[in-house]
C-alpha cells in the first residue's frame, strides 16, 4: 500500500497543472475601457492567460483594435463631444483619421455607458493597433499571454468592411511578424474569415464563435437556407454545434454562455474541442460553468474569474504588472 501511494504521488507531482484558460474580454471591459491599452494593462497586472479582444482594417492597412465596424456614440469622442451614430467606418478611415478619436471613456448617459459602473475612465485614450498590444504584452515580461483575435465582420454588410480574405491575410501576417503564432488564435462569428486564416496559416489556432437565441443567432438551425455566418455549412446537416464546428475544421468552440449544457461540454470534448464560452461575468455562472469543465472562460471581470478559479483550488495565471 505504501509504494502504490509513492508511485500515486510521483504521478501526480509529475502530471501538468489544469491550463484553464482565463481571457480577459475586450482587455478588461469591466474595469476598464474596452479595447485599449489601458484595458489590456489592466488585464496583464491582474493576471489572464489570454486578452481578447477585436480587430478591424484601414484603408490604409492597419489592423485597429476596437469592437465595431463603425465606431459607437457611446465610446468614441471628437474635440470633447460624444459623435453622432453613424459613427465612420474602420474599413473607410484611416490611422490618422481614426486615431483623432477620445475612446478613454463610456458615454455616462448612455444605457451601455451604465452597464458597467465598475470601469475607469482613462481621459485622451486612443485606439490601439494590434501590434501596439502585442508590444504592451512585451513590455509587461509575460512571455506566455496568449491573443485571442476576433475579426469584424458581418456576411450582412459587406461594404462596412474588409473582405474576409482581406481581414485574416492582415492578421496572419501581424500575428507572423510578432512571432505570436504559438500564443494567438483567430476568432469569428463570420466563418468565412476562419476558413481562409485555416488556408493561409493551419498552425493558428481557431476558434468559431456561435450564439443561438431569438435575438441573435448566427447558426441558424431549422430555418429554409443555410446561415450566412457559417462559410457554406448548413446547420441542419448536423446533429448538433459542436459537430457542425467540428465539419467547419474547427479547434474551439466559443459558445455564448447560456446555449451551454453539460451534454454539449462533454460532446465538443469527445470531438476533440476545447470549449470556451463567452461572455460570463456572473460569478455563481463562472463557478458552474467550470464545474461543467469548460477549458476556459471569457470575461470582463478578470478579478472575479480568478476568484472563482481560486475558490476552487485551481491555478492562476501570473500577474504581469505593466502600464499603458
Known amino acids: 500500500m505504501i509504494r502504490v501511494t509513492a508511485t500515486l504521488a510521483l504521478l501526480l507531482l509529475s502530471a501538468p497543472a489544469f491550463a484553464f484558460d482565463l481571457q480577459g ?12 491599452l489601458p484595458a489590456f494593462a489592466t488585464a496583464l497586472t491582474l493576471g489572464v492567460s489570454t486578452l481578447e479582444l477585436d480587430v478591424g482594417l484601414t484603408r490604409d492597412g492597419h489592423l485597429m483594435v476596437g469592437h465595431d465596424p463603425l465606431l459607437q456614440p457611446h465610446l468614441a469622442r471628437l474635440d470633447g463631444k460624444w459623435i453622432a451614430a453613424p459613427g465612420p467606418a474602420i474599413w473607410h478611415s484611416t490611422l490618422a483619421d481614426l486615431q483623432r478619436y477620445d475612446v478613454g471613456r463610456l458615454d455616462p448617459a448612455s444605457r451601455y455607458g451604465q452597464t458597467y459602473p465598475e470601469q475607469k475612465p482613462a481621459d485622451g485614450t486612443r485606439m490601439p493597433t494590434l501590434e ?3 508590444a504592451l504584452a512585451a513590455k509587461s515580461g509575460n512571455t506566455s499571454v496568449r491573443f485571442n483575435i476576433e ?3 458581418s456576411p450582412l454588410k459587406p461594404d462596412e468592411t474588409a473582405t474576409p480574405a482581406q481581414l485574416a491575410q492582415a492578421v496572419v501576417q501581424a500575428i507572423r511578424k510578432a512571432d505570436a503564432s504559438q ?26 464563435l456561435t450564439i443561438e437565441g431569438t435575438a441573435s443567432d448566427n447558426v441558424q438551425r431549422g430555418r429554409p437556407d443555410a446561415s450566412p455566418w457559417l462559410g457554406g455549412l448548413d446547420a441542419d446537416d448536423h ?19 447560456r446555449n451551454v449544457t453539460a451534454d454539449l461540454v462533454t460532446e465538443a470534448h469527445a470531438l476533440g474541442l476545447q470549449v470556451i464560452p463567452w461572455t460570463v461575468n456572473d460569478p455563481a455562472e463562472m463557478d458552474r460553468l467550470i464545474g461543467l469543465k469548460v477549458d476556459g472562460l471569457i470575461t ?14 485551481l491555478p492562476l495565471p501570473a500577474a504581469a504588472p505593466v502600464s499603458p
Open 151 to 153: 475579426t469584424k465582420l
Open 183 to 208: 500564443r494567438a488564435s483567430i476568432q469569428s462569428f463570420d466563418w468565412r474569415t476562419l476558413a481562409e486564416a485555416a488556408r493561409l496559416a493551419p498552425e493558428i489556432p481557431r476558434v468559431h
Open 239 to 257: 446533429v448538433s454545434t459542436p459537430a457542425l464546428v467540428k465539419a467547419a475544421n474547427g479547434q474551439v468552440w466559443s459558445p455564448f454562455w
Open 132 to 134: 501596439d498590444v502585442f
Open 25 to 36: 474580454h475586450r482587455g478588461a471591459r469591466g474595469l476598464a475601457p474596452e479595447n485599449t
Open 300 to 313: 470582463d471581470y478578470p478579478d472575479r474569474l480568478r476568484a472563482a478559479l481560486q475558490a476552487r483550488g
